[in-house]
C-alpha cells in the first residue's frame, strides 16, 4: 500500500469539461480532489465557492480537501461541510481563534487541518499540532497555480516532521506549490506524505499517466 497521497488540484481542470476532468481523477491512482478556495482578499485571486464544489461532490468517488484561501473562514464552515467537503484546511493567518475554527470544523463532521504561508515559522503549531489530522505547507505564495517550488520547503517540512515525531503524533503533511516529480521524493524524504499537484497534471498530455509517474516517484 502507498503510504504517499496524491491531491490533483481542480484549480487546473479544465472547467469546460470539469466532469470528464472529474471522471480522470476518479478513475486515476489520485486519492484525494484538492479543491482551493480564494475569495480575492487572503489571496490576489478569485477561484470558485460552493456551486462548484457541490457540482464536484455529485461525481467526486474520492474525498475532497478544501482548502480555504479566505479571510475570517470561520464564517462558512459550515456551508463547506455541506456541500461535500472532507477535509478543510484553514490559513493560521487567516483566522485569529485557530483553535476554536478547528473545532468548528471538527463539529461539522470534516477532518481539520492548518496550513501555513512560506514564511509563517512552523514553531507556531507547536501547540494545536495534536488538533490537527494535517498540516499543508505552501511551497508558493498562494493565489496562482503554475508558480515556481521554493526549495526552502523541504528544511520546513524537517522540522515539522521532526516536532510532530517528538510528539508522537501522525500528522500528515502536505505540500502545495509547485509539486512536480523533480521535487517529489525530497519533499517525501524529508516528510511529506500528501502531494497537491495542479498544473504538474493537468498541462500533462496524459493526466492518469502522470498521476500514476508522481505518485510512483513519491513512493519509492
Ligand atoms: C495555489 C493553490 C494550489 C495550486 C497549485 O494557491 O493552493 O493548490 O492549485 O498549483 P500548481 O501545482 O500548479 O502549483
Ligand atoms: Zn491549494
Known amino acids: 500500500m502507498s503510504k504517499v497521497l496524491i491531491a490533483p488540484s481542480m484549480l487546473a481542470a479544465d472547467f469546460g469539461n470539469l466532469q470528464r476532468d472529474i471522471e480522470m481523477v476518479n478513475k486515476s491512482e489520485a486519492d484525494w480532489f484538492h479543491i482551493d478556495v480564494m475569495d480575492g482578499h487572503f489571496v490576489p485571486n478569485i477561484s470558485y465557492g460552493m456551486p462548484v464544489i457541490q457540482a464536484i461532490k455529485k461525481h467526486a468517488t474520492?474525498?475532497?480537501?478544501?482548502?480555504?484561501?479566505?479571510?475570517?473562514p470561520e464564517r462558512y464552515i459550515e456551508e463547506f461541510a455541506k456541500v461535500g467537503a472532507d477535509i478543510i484546511t484553514v490559513h493560521h493567518e487567516s483566522t485569529i481563534h485557530l483553535h476554536r475554527t478547528l473545532t468548528q470544523i471538527e463539529d461539522a463532521g470534516c477532518k481539520?487541518?492548518?496550513?501555513?504561508?512560506?514564511?509563517t515559522p512552523v514553531s507556531v503549531l507547536e501547540d494545536i499540532l495534536p488538533k490537527c489530522y494535517m498540516v499543508l505547507l505552501m511551497s508558493i505564495n498562494p493565489g496562482f497555480g503554475g508558480q515556481k517550488f521554493e526549495d526552502m520547503t523541504y528544511n520546513r517540512v524537517k522540522k515539522l516532521r521532526q516536532m510532530a515525531n517528538e510528539k508522537g503524533l501522525n500528522t500528515r503533511i502536505e505540500i502545495d506549490g509547485g509539486v512536480t516529480d523533480k521535487n517529489a521524493k525530497a519533499l517525501v524524504d524529508a516528510?511529506?506524505?500528501?502531494?497537491?499537484?495542479?498544473?504538474?497534471?493537468?498541462?500533462s498530455e496524459d493526466q492518469s499517466e502522470t498521476i500514476k509517474h508522481l505518485k510512483a516517484?513519491?513512493?519509492r
Do not use: C, Q, W
Not at 474520492?62 to 475570517?72: A, R
Not at 481539520?112 to 514564511?119: R, S
Open 217 to 219: 516517484v513519491a513512493n
Open 112 to 119: 481539520a487541518g492548518v496550513v501555513l504561508n512560506l514564511t
Open 62 to 72: 474520492k474525498p475532497l480537501d478544501v482548502h480555504l484561501m479566505i479571510e475570517k
Open 191 to 203: 516528510g511529506a506524505d500528501v502531494l497537491v499537484a495542479g498544473s504538474y497534471i493537468f498541462r
